[in-house]
């Protein structure tokens, strides 16, 4: 596989790496907002407005298509609120509704263009899976012109985004415009989603709104750095995707992005100081410590009866005390000098082992 | 025309398969679990049809019900993990298994009938074409048989632990302490749920099955309240979006699964303007009636409170009114013209005055504020 590093290749990675900030900025909100399946109702939602937007004006300007994709997106967000405010349904229900209603409308839509004649070449199905390749200069000028303004609202209301996604009543009763701020934080999501729409496509655009902040808040408590890990996520995965689905034929650059995405995801899980094995590892240690503990605070109470409190006992005594502690266990408490064996079932507390223990049983009472 | 009548009755079964377990994964609040499960289950498809390399293999459709579970399974396996929430961890797998189904069948499938368009649109127009013959009698379009083993099986798993599944959904902790086993329903719905979408597949296409699966039983939800007629209802919106959409694609010339999403979308948003119960005009409608009753006992108590000793009692002008309650002129005719109505007041000329039954009302409500 050979990467040639022509014209459009320049334009679709710039505008990938665009994409890659916007969506990694916005999937924070997204995902600390609770609001992850959003991004997929409004994903699905903007086909039939890029799909009407073609058919009233019969241009493929992006400026036009990408206005038709806000409205519709916009409908679809105001649909689903009323729906849950206004009706008994759930807001999974909603989000379900919406975006399969406007995605069937969509593709019924789009099977009229299709039979268009002039419209053949339209490619508004690169819509569904994403082409990167089909960036062109214009696209990317639009591109670029709303990613900078994603920024630049998110810098500006930094704030008041963060306020009101961590605490909205506390917001609220601090005198601040929630709902003015929550609607400027919904146009920035809705944008963000929109501009991804022609790379990543309209199935799996949701996984980029959600995937970057998922991985980045493994790794980081505060709010500014996970949203600096997501960006680096979300950018590396749209530029590796694009680069691997042009190196290959008929890649589709899409679902490469998802799985470039979801790698980071997955190593985040697992390797992080918060993820699936460091979580494991600490549990085997306190288990262990807990056990060795309880040996020792039971042998101890077992001696206490004796005059001598080293007085060793048979191991197996400890079963009515919560089980008979493994033999590796025993080993190194051994070498920690805390208990020595007289015979070969026979365990005692040596004067280390009682200081512990009774520390031990001073701290548990 | 016979075909556009199978293509009717295919769709019915769709939507008849789909709209039960529907009922269901809304009550329980899982709808949006119906859509990760339709888009793995294409994972599961690819995956077998490069095994068996024929598309009607009956090793797919376990296949694809398999990856489903797998997607039940593993989001599950997020949540409880306590990293995300519920909606994260249902968009974190879904994408990535249908990212890979899409990659595979691209580099692939090549020119075979399993292409993407299919995948998203399915592909009812050419299902009275694929026709089940043994030796020389036309037993019937496949996708009929299919759909209709699926649906019977839906039916059969629904009816069979109806009892259950209905008290689980409703309370599931007194489920449990009764000794139902909610994993085992959970696991045999999200089967329901799987196997009906690998059916529907290359019928109505991977994403329009969840508007079959959660736009009726939604919309019946805004209708009743009892679960028995819920699902009734629901079966019958699927069945007039199916016979519906078929037609209006016939008289567009569209394709015809996306017209059954947009019809079932018209009948969401009818109901939901005009169900008798939750619809949005009737809520409205009975909103502002209660403001009006509201404000009715409200002017009974302010009457009753302003006798002045040397006023003649109970009496009140409508300038008098407007300034003290602050209402509109327009909302203290309303008022006036409901209490009058209702017998709170009475008008004698230049005043209003209150009758018995007001100053029984007005003291009511003071009594129990």
């Not at chain 1, 409205?71 to 009323?82: S, V, W, Y």
């Not at chain 1, 101890?300 to 080293?310: F, I, S």
């Not at chain 2, 793995?40 to 490069?50: D, P, R």
Request: hydrophobic share 50%; charged share 10%.
């Amino acid at each position: 596989m050979t990467i040639i590093f022509d014209y459009p290749l320049i334009i679709a990675l710039i505008g990938a790496s665009f994409i890659g900030v916007s969506s990694g900025i916005i999937s924070c909100y997204a995902v600390l907002k609770e609001q992850s399946l959003l991004g997929d109702a409004i994903a699905h939602a903007a086909l039939p407005g890029i799909c009407i937007a073609f058919l009233i004006t019969l241009s493929k300007s992006p400026g036009i298509l990408i206005s038709g994709a806000l409205a519709a997106g916009f409908l679809g967000m105001l649909l689903i609120t009323t729906i849950i405010r206004k009706s008994i349904l759930k807001e999974d229900t909603a989000l379900g509704i919406i975006l399969s209603v406007f995605f069937g409308i969509g593709t019924l839509l789009l099977t009229i263009i299709q039979k268009i004649p002039t419209a053949r070449q339209a490619g508004l199905d690169t819509y569904l899976f994403g082409n990167a390749a089909s960036i062109l200069y214009e696209d990317l000028k639009i591109i670029v012109i709303l990613t900078i303004s994603i920024c630049f609202f998110t810098i500006l209301f930094w704030k008041e985004f963060k306020a009101i996604i961590f605490d909205s009543d506390h917001t609220q009763t601090q005198g601040f415009p929630v709902f003015k701020i929550e609607l400027i934080l919904t146009t920035l999501m809705v944008v963000a989603i929109i501009i991804g729409l022609q790379t990543v496509g309209v199935i799996l655009m949701s996984a980029l709104i959600i995937a970057p902040a998922i991985a980045a808040k493994q790794w980081f408590k505060r709010f500014a750095p996970v949203m600096v890990l997501s960006i680096i996520f979300s950018v590396t995965s749209c530029i590796l995707g694009v680069l691997l689905s042009s190196s290959i034929n008929h890649l589709p650059s899409g679902p490469t992005i998802v799985i470039f995405i979801s790698g980071f995801v997955l190593i985040s899980l697992l390797f992080s100081p918060r993820g699936i094995i460091s979580s494991k590892i600490n549990e085997y240690i306190n288990n262990n410590s807990i056990r060795a503990e309880s040996i020792l605070s039971n042998l101890y109470l077992l001696a206490k009866t004796h005059k001598d409190h080293t007085h060793p006992h048979d191991i197996n005594t400890l079963n009515v005390l919560g089980g008979i502690p493994t033999q590796k266990l025993l080993v190194k408490l051994k070498k920690d000098g805390l208990i020595y064996q007289k015979e070969s079932n026979l365990w005692g507390l040596t004067n280390n082992g009682i200081e512990k223990a009774i520390q031990i049983l001073q701290r548990v009472h | 025309m016979l075909a556009s009548i199978e293509i009717m009755l295919i769709g019915c079964l769709v939507a008849t398969a789909a709209a039960i377990p529907g009922c269901f994964l809304i009550l329980r609040g899982m709808a949006m679990m119906s859509d990760a499960i339709s888009h793995s289950v294409l994972l599961g498809i690819v995956i077998m049809f490069f095994i068996v390399k024929t598309l009607h293999s009956p090793l797919l459709i376990i296949a694809a019900a398999i990856t489903g579970l797998i997607t039940v399974a593993l989001t599950e396996r997020l949540i409880a993990s306590k990293q995300m929430k519920k909606d994260a961890a249902i968009g974190l797998i879904f994408p990535l298994f249908f990212a890979i189904a899409i990659i595979l069948i691209s580099q692939f499938a090549g020119n075979i009938h399993l292409d993407q368009d299919a995948v998203i649109l399915g592909e009812i127009a050419f299902a009275p074409f694929n026709r089940w013959i043994i030796g020389n009698i036309d037993l019937g379009p496949m996708g009929l048989w299919i759909m209709g083993s699926i649906t019977l099986l839906n039916i059969g798993f629904i009816t069979l632990f109806f009892k259950e599944l209905k008290l689980s959904t409703f309370d599931s902790q007194l489920a449990k302490s009764l000794g139902l086993s909610p994993l085992l329903l959970h696991y045999g719905l999200m089967s329901c749920v799987s196997i009906t979408c690998v059916g529907a597949f290359d019928i109505v296409g991977t994403i329009l099955i969840v508007a079959l699966i959660i736009t009726p039983p939604a919309s019946a939800y805004l209708l009743t309240s009892n679960l028995n007629k819920m699902i009734w209802i629901s079966v019958f919106i699927g069945c007039s979006c199916a016979i519906l959409g078929t037609l209006l694609a016939i008289g567009i010339d569209g394709s015809i699964s996306g017209s059954m999403c947009s019809i079932a979308g018209i009948i969401f948003i009818l109901v939901f303007l005009f169900a008798p119960n939750h619809g949005i005009i009737k809520k409205f409608y009975n909103q502002k009636r209660q403001k009006l009753q509201f404000s009715a006992i409200l002017l009974t108590v302010q009457f009753l409170n302003h006798q002045a000793p040397n006023q003649n009692p109970f009496e009140y002008s409508m300038m008098n009114l407007i300034d003290h309650m602050q209402w509109s002129s327009s909302f203290a005719e309303k008022v006036i013209s409901h209490a009058l109505e209702k017998n709170y007041i009475q008008y004698s000329s230049p005043h209003y005055r209150l009758t018995d039954y007001g100053i029984e009302v007005a003291k009511n409500a003071m009594a129990s504020s």
